[in-house]
């Protein structure tokens, strides 16, 4: 589980504003759910001035963040959850006037793939069950085995929290012995450090 906060740094104070001044927070980009280990931009105006802002999740605190002149910061977040899906409440509270606050909320999804049967011919038609994948409308399988690379479309994601449900052949009849691996992510290009997916193997032996 990764957790960063990421800073734009402010310059020179004018004011302090008054604990009446109305601070935001606001998410971005802006989305109804959003996916484990997704990054998102938190952004907070109308705070002090080149002073701080202390970070809470659901009350645990984050770190803090660097206002700039304007009493803005922009912090880089990157969310977790490890099953289902939760939504989450953010707040950011002006370290200078504890009664400068702002609070946003976000729904965060696990990321996973379910495949069934678990056992079977390499051929075999497997049914897969998705969630979670929020960064693209379409979800993508890339097998792999040593240099070998096949990339499948699994199909259009659907509803806020991007899932579906399907039936696929993943490995040929004569796929090749030994393990394969396979990612699933929204992207059509492959690439291992995609920070949103989920990976299965598949061995095959011949009996």
């Known amino acids: 589980m990764t957790r960063s906060l990421a800073v734009v740094a402010g310059a020179i104070a004018l004011a302090v504003p008054s604990a009446a001044s ?12 959003y996916s484990a280990g997704e990054s998102v931009n938190l952004l907070g105006t109308d705070f002090s001035p080149a002073a701080s802002a202390s970070i809470t999740r659901d009350g645990s605190m984050l770190g803090a963040l660097n206002t700039d002149a304007n009493g803005a910061f922009n912090g880089i977040l990157t969310l977790a959850q490890t099953s289902g899906k939760r939504t989450k409440t953010y707040t950011a509270t002006d370290d200078m006037v504890s009664t400068l606050s702002a609070s946003a909320q976000i729904t965060v999804s696990s990321v996973r793939v379910n495949l069934s049967p678990a056992n ?6 497997m049914s897969i069950d998705a969630h979670g994948f929020t960064t693209g409308k379409t979800l993508w399988a890339h097998v792999t085995k040593g240099k070998s690379k096949r990339t499948l479309k699994i199909g259009a994601l659907k509803g806020a929290c ?3 449900k399907t039936r696929k052949r993943l490995l040929p009849r004569n796929a090749a012995i030994g393990m394969h691996t396979i990612q699933f992510d929204t992207f059509k290009r492959y690439n291992p450090k995609q920070p949103v997916n989920d990976r299965y193997t598949i061995t095959v032996t011949r009996g």
Do not use: E, H
């Open 120 to 125: 079977g011919a390499p051929g075999r038609r």
């Open 22 to 33: 109305a601070a935001s927070l606001t998410v971005s980009p802006q989305k109804r759910c």
């Open 162 to 164: 991007g899932g579906l």
